[in-house]
């Protein structure tokens, strides 16, 4: 998969088997649209499968970008293109399901601009997520959280504090942007 704008354009990642990362075309039209949200902010990519979409967003401005994946495949993954593109020193790592990782990040008082949701499909795991971000609030007050699913998955048009502002389909996949 290759990097698709920035400083790292142009620049490949390595993609675990059994990761369904989002399409090239999903993820230009996202950072399209966000293209003037990512520059200086702090990113949080839940469920990073390869790291793409936080990778992206380093590449293109981001001045800190927090990954969270549960499998340890997926971790080591991450790892090794971070370390390939030498972007270490911008990034953490952990391994946890995403619900802990939730609830550790808001005990440590830490904040983010951007919050990637990419979950395996068919699994209602955006409105979950929402469900947690709202109990467990760790989006800086004028963030966005930018989610990918199934076309036919379940999601909220507006989840309590958190309203959908944006909704394109491209094929099957949908990408979803909240506004808090």
């Given amino acids: 998969m290759q990097l698709l704008g920035g400083k790292l354009k142009g620049r490949k990642i390595k993609v675990p088997p059994g990761v369904r990362p989002v399409s090239q075309r999903v993820k230009k039209s996202c950072f399209d649209i966000i293209f003037e ?5 702090t990113v949080l990519d839940l469920y ?4 793409s979409l ?3 967003a380093i590449s293109r401005g981001a001045s800190r970008v927090v990954f969270v ?6 971790i080591k993954f991450i790892d090794n293109n971070i370390n390939s593109l030498g972007i270490g020193k911008d990034t953490e790592i952990y391994c946890k399901k995403c619900s ?3 609830k550790y990040l808001y005990r ?10 990419d979950p395996p499909y068919y699994k209602g795991l955006i409105t979950k997520s929402l469900q947690l971000l709202e109990s467990y609030d760790i989006l ?6 930018i989610g990918f699913c199934y076309e036919n998955d379940d999601y909220a048009q507006k989840y309590k504090n958190f309203s959908l502002v944006i909704k394109r389909n491209y ?4 990408l979803l942007i909240y506004k808090k």
Avoid: P, V, W
């Fill in 37 to 41: 949200l990512t520059n200086g902010k």
């Fill in 54 to 56: 936080g990778i992206e």
């Fill in 100 to 102: 802990l990782a939730i």
């Fill in 69 to 74: 994946d549960q499998d340890k495949n997926s």
């Fill in 108 to 117: 440590k008082k830490i904040c983010f601009d951007l919050i990637f949701l």
């Fill in 171 to 174: 094929g099957q996949s949908s």
């Fill in 140 to 145: 800086a007050r004028s963030g966005y959280l």
């Fill in 48 to 51: 990073a499968g390869s790291g």
